[in-house]
């Protein structure tokens, strides 16, 4: 298998996010390398690529984007002036019948808006624009951190592969020792049968382990839409990721995409307040027209200008909806702060949990394992250990070894769950110095 750098090294989640800002923060999609067709063997760089350009749930963006600049053209509009026409004293009787005393109006009148209106709609548009780009960077994290959610979740499916063939492999071994020393009569039939009843149980496990890396490879597939027409990811979980610092998580709070979008809402909500103040001021009419008296053959100007009586206030309602608005939003970043504080640190005593452990697992437990079966299997040859002696050897290296890969697979998803919850990347590398520069 070629090795995947983005896995292999201990930096390795972090890596495909920094690839991601990069290309979505700088150099938009032409800075993702993306195949032009499918691939048998794909990586996650291909992988976060055609996620970006394909995936349904950012397709609907652009359009999302084109209501809100229509809405903002539309704030922008200023009220048009009116022309209005009138006759009166018409066909009437005696002086006024016909049109011999008739008095023609023809004026143009303007409503003039007060308070700041337009400008109060304008900013309201623009932060609409703000905040819908806030949802959508929160929605293309998701969607690039579930995209590689399911590449590990694939990943973690080879290896189990792996290690069910090395497992099989080694108890067909044993499998051809055992029958050696039964045919030589040295042990009984039944010690054969029992090995090639476990032989047997780990081909049932491989068949299992190969249709649930069917259905992940289609899961994998459907995030950029298709049928899932390869045949591995690259990479291997061989280390363990390094641990971010408790502080360095905690302070990425403030600038967590979920918290950023808040704080977006929280700015978008004082905004309609003020829209809401300057419509609760009265607009001004003024006009100026023309009038002509056929009676008297005589033509002058008309002057108008009225205003309504603000009795009460008619915005009142709106107003103290949008205060509550603006209200609830900041109770809900004071919420957020909070869940989001407990959820990182849950995270990542999680984290820590699984890399003590599975450190302990490789350095500590399993050489022991590895020589226990190496001893048993000695001893079983020269008859000093029974067919279950060896079958227990067995057991407990096959239960280490996948403990330790579920312990790599989880922490690579902890990892990368820090990093999608707070937009950054959790440990140092170049590409980090690379990403800072921009």
Not at 38 to 48: A, G, R, Y
Not at 180 to 197: P, Q, Y
Not at 430 to 435: A, D, I, P
Request: proline fraction near 3%; glycine fraction near 6%; charged fraction near 25%.
């Amino acid at each position: 298998m070629v090795e995947f750098t983005v896995v292999h090294n201990k930096n390795g989640v972090s890596q495909w996010l920094r690839l991601c800002f990069i290309s979505i923060f700088a150099f938009g999609l032409s800075g993702v390398a993306i195949a032009g067709t499918i691939k048998q063997t794909i990586d996650l760089p291909w992988v976060l690529g055609q996620t970006l350009l394909n995936n349904p749930n950012l397709k609907t963006f652009p359009y999302e984007q084109r209501v809100i600049e229509a809405q903002q053209l539309q704030a922008g509009i200023r009220p048009n002036p009116r022309v209005s026409m009138s006759l009166e004293n018409v066909l009437g009787t005696g002086a006024m019948s016909a049109l011999s005393s008739a008095e023609t109006n023809l004026a143009l009148s303007q409503l003039i808006e007060m308070g700041d209106k337009r400008q109060r709609r304008i900013e309201v548009a623009e932060f609409e624009l703000r905040q819908l780009n806030s949802e959508f960077e929160l929605t293309r994290l998701d969607v690039l951190s579930e995209a590689a959610n399911r590449y590990y979740q694939l990943l973690r499916l080879q290896a189990l592969e792996e290690w069910n063939q090395r497992r099989i492999e080694i108890e067909r071994n044993a499998l051809a020792t055992i029958e050696k020393r039964a045919n030589a009569g040295a042990i009984a039939r039944a010690d054969v049968s029992k090995m090639a009843l476990r032989v047997a149980r780990s081909e049932a496990v491989g068949l299992r382990l190969g249709g649930e890396l069917r259905v992940a490879q289609r899961r994998l597939a459907a995030m950029w839409g298709s049928e899932g027409d390869f045949s591995q990811v690259e990479g291997q979980l061989s280390e363990f990721p390094q641990l971010p610092e408790a502080a360095d998580v905690l302070n990425a709070i403030e600038t967590a995409p979920s918290f950023v979008r808040l704080l977006d809402l929280e700015r978008l909500s004082h905004t309609k307040v003020r829209l809401a103040q300057a419509n609760a001021n009265s607009d001004i009419t003024v006009g100026m027209g023309i009038r002509r008296n056929e009676a008297l053959d005589d033509t002058g100007l008309t002057f108008n200008f009225s205003i309504p009586l603000a009795l009460t206030n008619p915005n009142e309602g709106n107003i103290l909806a949008a205060k509550a608005e603006q209200d609830k939003v900041l109770e809900q970043q004071r919420l957020a702060r909070s869940e989001l504080r407990l959820s990182l640190l849950e995270i990542h005593q999680g984290m820590s949990n699984n890399l003590s452990q599975g450190q302990r697992l490789s350095q500590q437990i399993l050489p022991i394992a590895k020589q226990l079966l190496k001893d048993t299997e000695s001893a079983y040859r020269i008859g000093q250990a029974n067919v279950l002696q060896l079958v227990d050897a067995q057991n407990e290296l096959f239960a280490i070894e996948r403990e330790l890969i579920e312990a790599k697979a989880a922490t690579y998803l902890q990892l990368l769950e820090l990093e999608r919850i707070t937009g950054q990347s959790m440990t140092k590398t170049e590409l980090s110095s690379v990403q800072e520069t921009l």
